[in-house]
């Protein structure tokens, strides 16, 4: 075996691993391999190998020894202690100067924590957020590296070459910022992920049960819709998903198919880390709880009798005029859905310091990656127009969108309702907007209850300090700073 010719090593060759060192290779890389078990290492060669340059390794030190200086080596194992064990296997093997790649579905934490350590040894940690699924690791995934710009200086040319290219031909990728940056924005591309496959889903319910369309039927409608601004890959494949027929039965597919979703965790771990940064991520929040909902099928046989409206069928215009307000209530909803998402980038950015750059954020999401969608150049043209903009809500363009589709979004979900149609994320996202566009909340009574119970003080609009009213005897007001 030739030594040190390899300009990039995959470790860990699983459906992901294999793809990627595969489509490292035919870019014109020679990728070294290797994995836990040889046998994985000599098949993929043996399969693939006309596709491009692979070194093969049975051994960490052989595996090593086939990289480059500065090494660069991608671990594509589970996430946790599996990781942990890879990288305590492979450090003492490397050198200053050498780039240690977290390629999985990392929590932030664990990367910065591993960047932390690695870079007191002398070593880059990249946690690089990879998303496409496995057809995107071979073909071109988004990709969001963390980590210090000097590893993004020997990584990120190997990255932008095999990464997905936008309409405009520009890479997706660049560098997201420090240490857990780039793990952190795969997080919320994830926990924005949940949230529109949500709101797909109950698109799909409400022309069902509402409407009253067959899948077919709505898979034409989503193919339509596909056409204008909701121009997305999750549209794309839904209609796919609706049309295709079970060749056992020969019923829909959709009708065959379990009722109850799965989740892996990024969704849970966006959610829990909204609420440690106080962000509101509503909508979100309420699509990983719809999965949770849908596994619990003990409550949910245990309530089958409760009581509830009876459907009234619609008409065929009735329903082709109630399907134009699906199209708005999803349309807004999924505008929501990008909102919080982003502003839970920004406020992670803020509190870790990473500087993340939210126009280049949604330029990477434009190809490859599962929320793909026409309307991130009009996201990346909002932030870069006004890089401080607070919310995608504030946007004079996005603001008049959905203010047009408010009035057929709450049809929605008066229809939703009225039929006993459960829409969390289409209500949840109306709720959201209606409480940031609210002159005023009804928080000022809560924070009188808890200063009533707590003395916890309270803010008043009319003068600055904070508060406290003695609430027995004569009740008076006493500032407290």
């Known amino acids: 075996m030739s030594s040190s010719t390899a300009q990039i090593g995959v470790t860990g060759l699983a459906v992901m691993g294999s793809n990627l060192a595969r489509n490292f290779a035919r870019n014109g890389f020679t990728v070294a391999v290797h994995n836990r078990t040889a046998a994985k290492t000599t098949a993929l060669v043996e399969e693939f190998g006309h596709e491009g340059a692979f070194v093969p390794a049975e051994s960490a030190k052989e595996f090593v020894d086939a990289l480059e200086r500065p090494r660069r080596l991608i671990i594509m194992v589970k996430a946790g202690e599996p990781t942990d064990a890879v990288i305590r296997e492979f450090a003492p093997l490397l050198e200053p100067g050498d780039v240690i790649i977290d390629g999985g579905n990392a929590h932030f934490e664990d990367t910065r924590r591993r960047e932390k350590e690695l870079r007191e040894q002398g070593l880059h940690f990249v946690g690089v957020g990879i998303s496409g699924g496995e057809e995107g690791a071979l073909l071109g995934p988004s990709i969001m590296p963390g980590g210090s710009e000097e590893s ?61 369309y067959s899948p077919a039927k709505i898979a034409e409608t989503f193919r339509a819709w596909n056409e204008g601004r909701l121009d997305s890959y999750l549209i794309e ?33 966006t959610v829990q880390i909204a609420l440690d940064l106080g962000v509101p991520v509503s909508g979100i929040a309420e699509a990983v709880f719809a999965r949770a909902v849908s596994g619990h099928g003990e409550l949910r046989t245990a309530a089958r009798g409760l009581a509830g409206p009876k459907a009234e069928p619609l008409s065929p215009e009735a329903a082709a005029a109630f399907a134009a307000q699906v199209e708005q209530a999803l349309y807004a909803s999924k505008i929501v859905s990008y909102t919080q998402g982003f502003h839970q980038i920004q406020a992670g950015s803020e509190e870790y310091g990473w500087g993340v750059d939210l126009g280049a954020v949604a330029s990477l999401w434009r190809g490859g990656c599962i929320i793909r969608a026409a309307f991130l150049d009009r996201i990346r043209a909002a ?41 969390p994320a289409f209500a949840a996202s109306l709720a959201y907007y ?34 406290h009213t003695l609430w027995s005897g004569d009740r008076s007001e006493v500032r407290t700073a």
């Not at 566009?437 to 928080?443: G, K, M, Q």
């Open 383 to 423: 932030y870069d127009a006004r890089p401080e903009l607070p919310s995608l809500l504030a946007d004079a363009g996005f603001a008049e969108e959905i203010g047009a589709a408010q009035e057929g979004w709450r049809e929605v979900l008066v229809a939703a309702v009225r039929q006993g149609i459960p829409v």
């Open 237 to 269: 494949i839904t209609a796919e998903v609706l049309a295709h027929t079970d060749a056992a039965t020969g019923l829909p597919y959709v009708d065959v198919v379990a009722d109850a979703a799965e989740q892996k965790g990024t969704g849970r771990w």
């Open 152 to 212: 993004y200086a020997s990584l990120g040319p190997l990255l932008e070459k095999i990464s997905a290219k936008a309409a405009d031909g520009t890479p997706c990728t660049s560098h997201v910022g420090p240490d857990g940056a780039g793990h952190f924005v795969k997080m919320v591309h994830n926990g924005i992920e949940y949230a529109d496959m949500q709101l797909i889903a109950e698109a799909y319910h409400l022309l069902r049960e509402v409407a009253g």
């Open 434 to 467: 209606d409480a940031l566009r609210s002159e005023r909340l009804p928080a000022a009574l809560t924070q009188g209850q808890r200063d009533f119970f707590g003395a916890h003080t309270y803010r008043r609009t009319d003068r600055e300090g904070s508060y």
